[in-house]
Structures are given as C-alpha cells and as structure tokens.
C-alpha cells in the first residue's frame, strides 16, 4: 500500500518498476477509467456503478439501444457534458512525459473514451473503445467528432438524417479491428507494460495483459486497489496513479 506505514515496501517496489521501465526499449500502458478518477470522472465498477438506478451494463448494450435510445443518449451527454468540466490529472501528464522518453517505443492503450490523454499532450494513443466526442450515423456510418457539443435526445445525422450513436463500444460488440490490432502488436513488442487504473475485468481488453506476459514482457500495475490481475503482476503499486505515476518518473 501507497501509506507510511508500509513505505520501505513501497519504496521498494517503486524502485524495481522504474528499472523495469529503464531497462526497456519498448514501454506499452494499458489504463483505464481510474487514471481519470482524479479528474473527477466516475469510475464504472466504483460506488455501486449505477446510473439514474440502471446499472451501466444495461445502458451501453446495442439492445438497450434498440429499445430506448433517448435514454442511452441521456446517459452518453451527460457524460459528454461533463467532459467539459474536467481537466487532465499528473497521472496523464505523467504519461506524457514517459512518452517523451521512448518516443517512438512507446503506446497508449486506453480503455477510456474521455479524450483526457490526448488533451494532455499523450500522441500515440489507441482508443479501443472509442471517444465520447465522437458520434457515428446508425445509416450511412459517418463518424464525426461533435466535440462536447450539447446533442438532442434523438440526435440525427447532417447527411442522412439517420439517428446517430455515440462512437463508442459497447458491451457484446466488437473492438475496432485496425485499432484492436496495433493494440496486440504494442503489448506484444514492449518489454515492459504499465497498467494504470483498470479494474481488468472487461475482455477482450483485460487479456493484453495476458498477451503482453507471454510475448515475455514485464508488467507493472499501478491501482488503488488489487485486482484480477495483481496476481499475475510483476510489480504492483497500489495507491492512486496521480501520485503514483510522477513519482516514478522521478525515479527513472
Ligand atoms: N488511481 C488508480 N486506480 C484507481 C483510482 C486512482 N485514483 N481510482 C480508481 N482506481 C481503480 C479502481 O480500483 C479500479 O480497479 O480503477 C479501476 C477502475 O475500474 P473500472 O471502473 O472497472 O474501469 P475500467 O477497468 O476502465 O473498465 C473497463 O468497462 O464499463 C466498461 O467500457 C467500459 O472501458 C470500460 C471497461
């Protein structure tokens, strides 16, 4: 744990992950919704992971889609909407700075559709579930970024005045094949893979993690808490990834 009583095993273990990180040609990041929670963005497994009483699972399906889009479009502006009350935390800036260190070594995988990475300055980053300021026409397939734009409940495409969806994966669909892709050839070139912030349960994005150990590469967790994966980890830092992250690159 990230607290002073325990801070000679910490330290220790800060130590070993930033010679991972040294030691490496290639770093890739695997994060998710908890880099952002210092942003103040809810996470969706934190806090009963409910919203307006529905659990999340039920809103960002295709089916909940085709029953009642009015109501997965409430859920997806609002979350749009509070896109532009938050700025990026020294967890992302962190990332930042790593990349500047690899350069061309080096990959963001994000799990997360905040744009937060980007607005940080991150620039190789794979987004494979998508980007909330993006919408796509249920017709004619545009995608287009609206920005965080207030949206109507019954959004219509400019071009074909279909309705349009957030450009966003949803549970039982499929990742973007091209991003999903560059995603497994990353984790499967590093030495090294730092996950940040996720609680590994969603796939087939949590089984990177798998992919990266058998390619032989070492991996790092930084979370607040233990998850599905700290058992497989070769260093796990609990704590929160906005201390965490700068003060590993104070050791590096
Ligand atoms: N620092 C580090 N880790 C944190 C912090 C923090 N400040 N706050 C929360 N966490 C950790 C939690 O302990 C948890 O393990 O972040 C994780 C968040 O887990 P989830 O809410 O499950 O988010 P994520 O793993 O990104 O979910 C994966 O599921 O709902 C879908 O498509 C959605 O991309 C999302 C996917």
Excluded at 41 to 54: P, V
Excluded at 115 to 125: E, I, K, R
Aim: charged share 20%; proline share 5%; hydrophobic share 45%.
């Amino acid at each position: 744990m990230h607290d002073p009583v325990d801070s000679s095993g910490f330290d220790e273990a800060l130590e070993r992950a930033a010679r991972l990180v040294r030691a490496s040609q290639r770093l890739a990041v695997l994060t998710g919704a908890g880099i952002s929670a210092e942003s103040g963005l809810a996470t969706f497994r934190g806090a009963g992971g409910l919203w307006e009483g529905h659990r999340v699972e039920d809103v960002a399906t295709p089916r909940a889609f085709e029953a009642d889009p009015a109501l997965v479009w409430r859920f997806y502006n609002l979350r749009r909407a509070n896109l532009a009350k938050v700025l990026p935390n020294p967890g992302h800036h962190a990332l930042v700075q790593i990349e500047q260190r690899f350069q061309d070594g080096f990959t963001l995988v994000t799990q997360n559709v905040d744009g937060l990475h980007q607005a940080a300055g991150s620039l190789n980053v794979l987004e494979i579930h998508g980007a909330l300021r993006r919408v796509r026409c249920t017709g004619c397939g545009r995608v287009e970024d609206r920005g965080v734009e207030a949206l109507s409940e019954l959004p219509s495409c400019r071009h074909c005045g279909a309705l349009l969806r957030p450009d966003v994966v949803w549970f039982e669909e499929m990742l973007p094949p091209g991003v999903w892709s560059q995603a497994e050839r990353a984790v499967q070139r590093c030495q090294c893979l730092l996950v940040v912030g996720t609680s590994a349960v969603v796939y087939p994005a949590a089984g990177l993690i798998d992919q990266a150990r058998r390619w032989g590469a070492r991996v790092i967790e930084v979370n607040l808490a233990m998850t599905e994966a700290t058992a497989s980890v070769d260093v796990a830092l609990h704590g929160p990834s906005g201390t965490i992250l700068p003060d590993l690159i104070k050791r590096l």
